[in-house]
């Protein structure tokens, strides 16, 4: 496993969550790292990016202000806090990483993916 993301689970409405993503691979150093959210019947979007080396970000527009993302590049390892949930934020949440460090918004770009982790937001 080279990606493994935590975190998830069922949560009720206005509270806040942190999610992790740690990698096992030290080349992931010089990567652009995102998290990527899937809602049932939705296709898979960028909420935010990170360079490793440098932590410059990047967030979605349209998700800016209640997602922070992190990194601990020492561990390897990066953080998606988010605050306000909504039951619009329920969604199998994803860590990505693109070692070719072109970090946009297409998943496509990304060549390594964790697993997921579910968050269910209750209202």
């Known amino acids: 496993v080279q990606l493994q993301a935590s975190g998830g689970g069922l949560v009720q409405a206005g509270d806040s969550l942190r999610l992790s993503c740690a990698a096992s691979?030290?080349?992931?150093?010089?990567?652009?790292m995102g998290w990527f959210r899937q809602a049932p019947g939705k296709e898979r979007e960028l909420i935010a990016s990170i360079t490793m080396r440098v932590g410059v970000t990047y967030y979605r527009d349209s998700l800016k202000g209640r997602f922070t993302i992190s990194r601990d590049l020492d561990k390897y390892t990066i953080f998606l806090e988010i605050s306000g949930l909504t039951d619009e934020d329920t969604a199998v949440y994803y860590c990505?990483?693109?070692?070719?460090?072109?970090?946009?918004?297409?998943?496509?770009?990304?060549?390594?993916w964790g697993k997921g982790t579910l968050v269910t937001v209750s209202s």
């Open positions: 990505a990483a693109d070692p070719n460090m072109t970090g946009g918004p297409d998943p496509r770009e990304y060549d390594y």
């Open positions: 691979k030290r080349t992931f150093r010089n990567s652009v």
